[in-house]
Nanobody, 122 residues
Framework: VQLQASGGGLVQAGGSLRLSCAAS????????LAWFRQAPGMEREFVAV????????YYASVVKGRFTISRDNAKNTVYLQMNSLKPEDTAVYYC????????????????WGQGTQVTVSS
């Protein structure tokens, strides 16, 4: 299983970025996909998760209303659209996969991407 995250970068506060995570080696349409993030010196925290078919999503309260998770099962890719970015959103963002939907603890996920850096300047 491979998860390849991309799309990070440097953006000013209030700006937007879209992260992508391309998956291979798993039954993508039967896998829940999530995004986590980890800032320096902090624990990895849950950001968002999307169900197999994309009809259900759940967000951390700190990003709800600003971030949108989506997926394209034909492309084996999950996305994270991030709008109204704040300096406190600065972190390495990771995608994760598991068959079970709704998991919010990092140690419940079996598969992880390598991470992509997002830096928001004030």
């Amino acid at each position: 299983v491979q998860l390849q995250a991309s799309g990070g970068g440097l953006v000013q506060a209030g700006g937007s970025l879209r992260l992508s995570c391309a998956a291979s080696g798993l039954s993508f349409s039967k896998t829940a996909l999530a995004w986590f993030r980890q800032a320096p010196g902090m624990e990895r925290e849950f950001v968002a998760v999307i169900s197999w078919g994309g009809t259900n999503q759940y967000y951390a309260s700190v990003v709800k209303g600003r971030f949108t998770i989506s997926r394209d099962n034909a492309k084996n890719t999950v996305y994270l659209q991030m709008n109204s970015l704040k300096p406190e959103d600065t972190a390495v963002y990771y995608c994760a996969a598991d068959q079970e939907y709704g998991l919010r603890l990092p140690d419940r996920y079996n598969y992880w991407g390598q991470g992509t850096q997002v830096t928001v300047s004030s």
